[in-house]
């Protein structure tokens, strides 16, 4: 069993950054992908952003550019790396993890992955 533990959302003026950690607590192999979803009220769950150790993809348009994922596989945590953040990025943020074919990730959805963290809030004022 795989668990998920979100950590560092919060309040952001807009044009800030903000970290989101994710720690991994269970046994993965080395093809586990792990991502960033993020969810609006009353809207779908959202890709943001995939990787693992062969790759990553960045999903949403919306944060191209303003967006950055990595992995420390040493303390087996996930990271998102905000910039230039804007009020429309508000959401509920959910790291994410499972085995999603590669070609699935370009489109991936909340059913292609296997493992749901509680969700971390990120509130971007203007």
């Known amino acids: 069993q795989v668990h998920l533990v979100e950590s560092g959302g919060g309040s952001v003026q807009a044009v800030g950054s903000l970290r989101l950690s994710c720690a991994v607590y269970g046994y993965t192999s080395s093809s586990f992908c792990m991502g960033w979803f993020r969810q609006a009220p009353g809207k779908e769950r959202e890709g943001v952003a995939l990787?693992?150790?062969?790759?990553?993809?960045i999903n949403a348009d919306s944060v191209k550019g303003r967006v950055y994922i990595s992995q420390d596989n040493n303390k087996n945590t996930l990271y998102l790396q905000r910039n230039s953040m804007k009020p429309g990025d508000t959401d509920m943020y959910y790291c994410?993890?499972?085995?999603?074919?590669?070609?699935?990730?370009?489109?991936?959805?909340?059913?292609?992955?296997?493992?749901w963290g509680q969700g971390t809030q990120v509130t971007v004022s203007s």
């Open positions: 994410t993890g499972g085995y999603p074919p590669y070609s699935r990730w370009a489109k991936v959805t909340p059913a292609d992955m296997h493992y």
């Open positions: 990787n693992n150790s062969y790759g990553s993809t």
